[in-house]
């Protein structure tokens, strides 16, 4: 009978452990204390980024209303969408609600569909507002009214 070899287990060292905070299944408390920090900073800095944000969309509908061609659609949806994935992450949940039923709108309607401009004004319209008041948070009841009157003008433009 032939002799067996030893078995001989190698287990490779778990990195990802490591450097989520060690072997003993902790977490880098500072790590997360820093990154919460990066995101305050990064949420007093919106209010500038949607100033900027805010002066683009008004020169993309501009643009849009001027010539309605898919190019001045493009640019008006990725600004919007711009502006939706800024908010999201910052004190301005209902500009990204109103930002993403303006991407919605841009974005779903079939090609070469005239838009009304009367709804893409309401939105951009909507945007200004809440930045000029400075409405943060999820709770300002008008600006709440005004979201679901815009998104059920969308969902009825769309299912045209």
Known sequence: MA??????LFMPPNMLKAKAGG?????????IKRAEA??????GDFSGMAA??????????EAY??????????????TAHDIKGQAATSDFPLMGRV??????????????TLL??????AHVTAMQ???RRNITGNDDRIALALIAELDSQVGALLKK
């Open 3 to 8: 002799r067996q070899q030893p078995i001989e």
């Open 23 to 31: 072997g003993f299944g902790g977490v880098d408390m500072n790590a």
């Open 38 to 43: 990066a995101m305050e900073t990064l949420k």
């Open 52 to 61: 900027d944000g805010i002066t683009a969309l008004s020169a993309a509908r």
């Open 65 to 78: 209303a001027a010539k309605a061609d898919p190019g001045s659609r493009a640019a008006l949806l990725r």
């Open 99 to 112: 930002a993403g039923s303006l991407t919605k709108m841009l974005g779903e309607a079939p090609q070469g």
């Open 116 to 121: 009304p401009m009367k709804l893409v004004d």
């Open 129 to 131: 507002v809440i930045h």
